[in-house]
């Protein structure tokens, strides 16, 4: 799920100049051919296929980002929550939507929006679901090539259940790769993009709540046959 690494962008500003800074140091404008300015992306300014050194640039290390928290609800409910993708902005606002792909049920279509730099980005990028674990585990991986602006960053996440008295505990956890030159930046936001995820967990304990809650009012309000 790249896009955790790039909302963190949002709530770590004080990040984003160094960075920048050190991109433009491997391969700045005068790196591309007749001297033509590299596009923008989401991050600012986006790195040609080659750095200035003519040697390929290449993904080096996966980072990975966790958030757990006890939720007082059925874990089936949980599970269904989860497993129905669209639901997801619910509890994720920084992502705008979630989309099934009618012919292929497997991927579907993150859109993330938001602001950096001064001005709105959105970005998207397909995702695969991998075999489920019923009840135990759901998880997936990103479709190489699939993000939009050219902005393609490797990712791959799960969610695990376990049964526990009174409800259950959800778990989350998100890796991306990156380069090996902006591991440390990385690394730097990690904090942020943890805070992000557990707020993120926060928020579907508090859906999933009220959701178990509609549903047992539902129950027995249901006339008796």
Excluded at 102 to 130: C, H, I, M, V, Y
Aim: contains cysteine.
């Amino acid at each position: 799920m790249q896009s955790a690494l790039t909302g963190a962008l949002t709530q770590a500003p004080h990040l984003r100049a160094p960075v920048r800074a050190s991109l433009g140091t491997i391969a700045g404008p005068k790196a591309l051919r007749g001297g033509a300015k590299p596009p923008s992306s989401a991050f600012g300014t986006q790195l040609p296929i080659r750095v200035s050194n003519g040697l390929r640039w290449s993904m080096g290390r996966w980072l990975e980002n966790r958030a757990s928290l006890e939720v007082p609800v059925p874990l089936e409910i949980c599970w269904f929550l989860w497993e129905d993708r669209e639901r997801i902005p619910q509890w994720m606002p920084w992502i705008k939507s979630v989309h099934v792909q009618k012919d292929q049920p497997a991927l579907s279509r993150w859109t993330l929006a938001t602001n950096q730099f001064g001005r709105d980005w959105e970005f998207s990028w397909l995702a695969r679901n991998l075999a489920p674990i019923k009840n135990q585990k759901l998880h997936w991986v990103s479709e190489p090539g699939s993000a939009s602006m050219g902005l393609n960053v490797n990712n791959r996440g799960q969610i695990r259940f376990i049964r526990k008295p009174g409800g259950c505990n959800v778990s989350l956890s998100i890796s991306y790769e990156v380069p090996e030159v902006l591991a440390p930046f990385a690394n730097a936001l990690t904090p942020v993009v943890e805070g992000i995820i557990s707020r993120d967990m926060e928020r579907f304990r508090d859906y999933a709540t009220a959701y178990d809650k509609a549903q047992v009012s539902s129950q027995q309000q249901a006339p008796k046959v």
